[in-house]
């Protein structure tokens, strides 16, 4: 529901066309959420048969101008309002994919992990190249667009810790199955004497041995 209440809280300030609010959306996200034209139209549309916007003349150029309804405004005041709440998680592509490499057979889950957390960092240097750039660049009045950066820069940060947090947790139940096995004393004795001589891919088999450990558990 974001474009939707976002489009009305940009008519709450005052009368519109598509390609206006378009444009201004999209400039108060910093363009990070582009919108199609056709969507703005299907969801003013969809306003305007709520009774939350209606259609005013066309202008000398022949654009439909839409306004607020008092409806509308109550609309805008009620999202302003209330929290976002978050009772449904939403859909996240890595998240899925993590969940189900762990329990599909030939998948390298350590290599997963790695190159993903080496796109994140990526990413994240990349924001904060631009948010080093907004400050130089950009004033006072662009606060908008720098909590949108920002929120993005967490949100990278945070992914960064959760897949430190994953390749962890596999390496523990690594750690827990190698103990259940003939031996594991052993085995833990030379591990612990070529630690310091592991590279990335004893990493990544690591990981994927625990990965299979857990897919066998959740059988």
Known sequence: MGVRHGLLALL????AYGYQLKASFEERT??????????????LA?????GLVTQEDA???GRVVYELTAGGRAEVARWFDEPVRRDVAPRDELTIKLAL??????VDVGALVQRQRSETMRTLQSLTRLKVDAADARDEGDTAWLLVLERLIFDAEA??????????RLRRAADTARAGTPGA???SDSDSDSDSDSDSDSDSDA???????????AR
């Open 12 to 15: 709450d300030e005052g009368p």
């Open 30 to 43: 910093g363009g990070t959420w582009p919108l199609n034209i056709g969507q703005v139209y299907t969801t």
């Open 46 to 50: 969809r306003a305007e048969r709520d």
């Open 59 to 61: 202008d000398d150029e």
């Open 101 to 106: 490499a762990v329990t599909a057979p030939g």
């Open 159 to 168: 992914e960064a810790r959760w897949l430190d947090h994953v390749e962890a």
């Open 185 to 187: 004393a052993q085995d």
């Open 207 to 217: 990981v994927t041995e625990a990965a299979r450990t857990e897919r066998g558990t």
